[in-house]
């Protein structure tokens, strides 16, 4: 698995979700609990997660969407 986004912005994350539920690429939303931790001040982001396989779709799918990704972190592998 490997992390396509980091952000703290609910209707972001419900969106990416959509998008690649829709696209059939397996992904895991993880942090979605830390909020109760810190007091739900939305300050820590959650992480999308997408497996190695449909990691490459998952990229086209928000990127045709205008979704703004930062560069891959792992392409020199």
Excluded: F
């Excluded at 979700?17 to 397996?26: E, I, N, R, S």
């Amino acid at each position: 698995m490997r992390e396509i986004i980091r952000t703290n912005d609910p209707v972001l994350i419900s969106v990416i979700q959509h998008l690649l539920k829709q696209a059939d690429v397996y992904h895991m939303v993880l942090d979605t609990n830390m909020s109760i931790m810190e007091g739900s001040l939305g300050i820590l982001p959650c992480r999308i997660l997408v497996e190695d396989d449909g990691w490459e779709e998952a990229r086209q799918t928000l990127t045709d969407a205008d979704i703004e990704l930062e560069p891959d972190k792992y392409e020199s592998r």
